[in-house]
């Protein structure tokens, strides 16, 4: 089992925490959400909880929680930045079955 990060996005990562001046990785979630079923929750990963599993890519920790691990095992993050104001993690999921419309939900 694993979550895995793109050197860019290992890099973004790094810089985020560099600049926010604490934390210990990403930590990467999903929620209840949408119309497809669930959706990402990404944030600053400051403490390990009993049930995380930590990844690491490029020197940068991957912080996910047991049942979110059930739906993104196996997913790469890629960091995108097409434009000034058009950039973001990309999430390639192989467990994702079907996109909402907006492609801010999934379903697995």
Known sequence: MAVT???????????????????????????VSGCAGFSYVVDYADEIHGDDSIFESFG??????????????????????ESLLN???DFKNP??????????SFTV
């Not at 890099?11 to 934390?23: E, L, N, Y």
């Open 95 to 104: 467990k994702v079955k079907e996109s909402c419309g907006c492609g801010e």
């Open 5 to 31: 990060l793109t050197e860019a996005a290992a890099q973004r990562v790094k810089s985020m925490i560099a600049k926010r001046g604490s934390g210990i990785g990403l930590r990467v979630a999903t929620k």
């Open 87 to 89: 950039e973001g993690f």
């Open 60 to 81: 940068t920790q991957v912080v996910v929680d047991a049942k979110s691990l059930e739906n993104i095992d196996g997913m790469e993050i890629d960091y995108v930045k």
